[in-house]
């Protein structure tokens, strides 16, 4: 059914309002996964309540304080008694944590080049969120509008944004972008450490950029389209048993770029703590900051729901190919009907393991870094394409 | 065509990795250390002045404060120099129970070192499985004396009171767990490729060079002299323990590390020695009300978990307080170490270096 223009805005209104929403939700949740699974690996609790008393008089326990953060404290500590729920106490932290960088001071430091210092967090984060209007969470309409409702009424609700026929190349050619805030926010806030920072995770995102992209274009050839629906069914249910292999290798080198990428642990030398107090956004406070933040973490549900995508079988139940096996049993099984669901708990998987690895492991060196990238990663790669383009003659 | 420039950065005395409030100054060309200077001073408190007008029994507090993860060696250091100074003789009991605590607290020294060092390096879990094993230890101290931290542990003579009751217990539930605990520790790190590549062949000292400088402890050790204290002038009860000196020859940051969890697998060997082996008798000896000293000197050095530690006693004729007093603190001549460690090599090993060379800043400046 061809849509008027005002349904194809109200639409596309709608639909921006919903991805945004979701990936917005994502990364406070992914905060407070990220707080209480790095907590039980290391044998402790994490955030069981809210500190502050914000709104109202503090007084007494923290959940019975008459405060908005002591009520909320209150109810999930009687959420709490439920006994799997009670790992969710601390999750009112994260609404703390939202209001403590909107009312934070916004420092702008002296000397900085101030139109660059305020405009470039806005790039990263401009870029991080962009990407997903090319990333499909499920193929297909997700629902379909019921007929009274106006305007949009008998319309499907697609789950994704854009259905580009070159998604992955919109997709890498935005998230490329991000990698200008970073720089130069660093270098815009006229300080040291920024600076090291700045340089460290340009000459990083740059060179992983690389092996990123390389990996990426197995499943391109295997599947040999860009479109992000079409190669996630695909990868998923079309692929020659040869390519299983040459698939999981392409998943593993890509999720090890991702994690560069991302500047997550093992690769996050940008803002090693340690070395260089924070890295590039030692400069800023409030919203900027948290534009970083956000960023970032929208990158990193972003590298998932791609590797999720390309190499875990996307809206299928089965990696790495091994769908087509089931896709004999016929297309009407519920294993092989296509779902939003099996998609989110892939991401969310994957979100896991960044956190889990961010518990584990310690740090490499700047050269390792690039070490690892250029004389490793990138060799391997060109040879799993090369291997790609011999399956893909073949079969 | 373009012009290039080498920057200067200070790390420090406000930075999440030196340990307190060392500063160092680092000329940079990109990411390779040009010029490192340590800088120190910020934590200065003149102890060794102060000691000058407090009385022999008094002066021991003040060690608590020098290398505050490592209280108890700083007071048996202080104990034993004084008891050498008046010829005073320890019961055999109190030799132990010294022996036992100063081993524990070089565990929980090198477990805070263990901890600090992998977070320096990035492997944040190591950190809080360390703590919780340190916790254990303080736990210990705390039944024994009190405190946690600043013990003052000792008396000059012995101890001031036996040991408390349920503390063996105490101590052989934390002797039965740590093995295991050191394993863990372990799989985190040994085998570890990014470990590996983070500490192998990184922060090189030679044997020859940690002679020149000074060096003493596992960061002399680990570069394959064997010179420890407690082997080479035994003191306390150590001629009567049975325990080896792990030593290797490589002298990088891995090596170090090595030669410290070796020690801590020996620590645990004394401490067991010391709990089978706890004679009975008195745990103090017979003291005069004052002491005062002849003018005599005397210089008694204990292989405290940093490396050696020397007290430096004067005595005054008819005073009761030292007319001189000086710290041979390991921390302080270990720092010297720095530069040569770090100069030529990347901004990200300076950072493992001073974690490897394991400095507490209250011990450097005093």
Redesign the interface.
């Known amino acids: 059914m061809p849509m008027t223009l005002t349904q194809l805005v109200v639409m596309a209104l709608l639909q921006i309002v919903l991805l945004l929403a979701f990936v917005m939700m994502l990364v406070p949740l992914i905060t407070f996964a990220e707080r209480k699974v ?1 907590a039980y ?4 609790l994490g955030a069981t309540r809210t500190a502050g008393g914000l709104w109202g008089a503090q007084a007494g326990r923290t959940h019975k304080s008459r405060t908005l953060t002591g009520g909320l404290n209150g109810l999930m500590w009687y959420l709490g008694r439920v006994p799997m729920l009670s790992i969710f106490r601390g999750l009112p932290v994260f609404i703390a944590d939202a209001v403590k960088l909107l009312t934070k001071e916004d420092i702008v430091p002296e000397g900085a080049d101030k139109a660059v210092f305020i405009l470039s967090p806005a790039i990263s984060v401009i870029s991080a969120f962009t990407v997903f209007s090319a990333v499909a969470f499920a193929p297909g309409a997700l629902f379909t509008f019921p007929a009274w409702f106006p305007i949009v009424g008998g319309l499907p609700f697609n789950a994704f944004l854009t259905d580009i026929n070159v998604g992955l190349l919109f997709i890498l050619g935005i998230s490329s972008v991000g990698v200008y805030g970073i720089v130069l926010g660093a270098w815009a806030s006229n300080s ?2 920024p600076l ?1 920072g700045g340089l ?1 995770s340009a000459a990083q995102i740059i060179s992983y950029e690389v092996p990123l992209t390389l990996s990426l274009l197995v499943p391109v050839i295997l599947t040999g389209s860009l479109n992000f629906n079409e190669m996630a069914r695909r990868t998923a249910t079309e692929v020659h048993w040869l390519a299983i292999p040459l698939l999981f290798v392409g998943f593993f080198i890509y999720t090890t770029c991702a994690f560069a990428e991302t500047n997550r ?2 690769f ?2 940008a803002e ?4 260089l ?1 924070s890295g590039f956004h030692t400069e800023y406070t409030g919203m900027k900051f948290s534009f970083y933040f956000l960023a970032e973490y929208a990158n990193m549900i972003l590298v998932s729901a791609l590797a999720a995508g390309f190499f875990l079988g996307g809206h299928y139940l089965l990696p790495f190919g091994f769908q087509t096996f089931l896709m004999k049993a016929g297309e009407t099984a519920w294993f092989n009907q296509p779902s939003i669901l099996f998609f989110l708990g892939k991401v969310l998987f994957l979100l896991f393991v960044f956190i889990w690895v ?11 870094l690039m070490h690892v990238g250029w004389k490793y990663l990138i060799p391997y790669t060109l040879v799993l394409i090369f291997v790609a383009a011999l399956i893909r003659y073949i079969a | 065509m373009f012009k290039t420039e080498e ?1 200067e ?1 200070n790390l420090g005395p406000q ?3 030196t340990h307190g409030v060392l500063r160092v100054k680092l000329r ?1 060309d990109g ?1 390779t250390v040009v010029k490192c200077t340590p800088i120190i001073g910020y934590l200065h408190r003149g102890v060794e002045k102060i000691c000058e007008d407090k009385t022999y029994f008094q002066g021991q507090v003040w060690t608590d404060r020098m290398d505050y993860v490592a209280s108890v060696s700083n007071n048996l250091g202080w104990a034993e120099g004084v008891e050498k100074l008046f010829g005073i003789t320890v019961p055999r009991r109190a030799h132990y129970i010294r022996t036992m605590l100063t081993e524990l607290n070089r565990l929980s020294s090198h477990l805070l070192w263990l901890g600090t060092h ?8 190591v950190f ?2 360390a703590f ?1 094993e340190r916790e254990q230890i303080l736990d210990c101290f705390e039944a024994f004396c009190g405190a946690r931290l600043t013990t003052t542990a000792f008396r000059i003579g012995g101890l001031r009171e036996d040991l408390p009751p349920g503390f063996i217990k105490q101590v052989q539930a934390f002797q039965d767990r740590f093995l295991d605990c050191l394993d863990e520790y372990e799989t ?2 040994t085998e ?1 490729r ?2 590996k ?2 500490t192998v062949g990184v922060a090189l000292l030679n044997a020859d060079d940690a002679i020149a400088l000074g060096v003493t402890g596992p960061v002399l050790r680990a570069a394959g002299n064997p010179y420890d204290i407690r082997k080479a002038f035994p003191y306390a009860a150590y001629a009567e323990m049975q325990f080896d000196v792990p030593t290797r020859t490589a002298g990088d940051t891995y090596a170090r590390y090595q030669v410290r969890l070796e020690e801590m697998r020996q620590s645990h060997r004394i401490i067991q020695q010391c709990v089978d082996g706890l004679p009975e008798g008195p745990v103090m000896a017979k003291l005069p009300k004052v002491l005062k000293s002849e003018v005599n000197e005397v210089y008694h050095a204990i292989e405290a978990p940093k490396g050696e530690l020397g007290y430096y006693f004067v005595g005054e004729k008819g005073s009761q307080n030292p007319y001189r007093m000086h710290v041979r603190a390991p921390s302080f001549v270990n720092l010297q170490a720095l530069p040569k460690m770090t100069e030529g090599k ?4 300076v ?1 493992a270096a001073i974690g490897t060379l394991d400095v507490v800043l209250g011990e450097v400046d005093r």
Not at chain 2, 118 to 125: N, S
Request: aromatic share 8%.
């Open positions: 790095i690996v290391q044998v402790r040291k450490y090291l460290r642990v093992p996050d030398l090693a703590e340690t070395e107090v961010r518990a584990t492991l310690p740090r490499y060196r700047y050269d390792q | 920057m950065i930075h999440p990795s940079l990411e992998a977070l320096d390096i990035g492997a944040m879990t809080l499985y919780r985190l790190l570890n990014i470990w590549k983070r990347l901004l990200a090993d950072i």
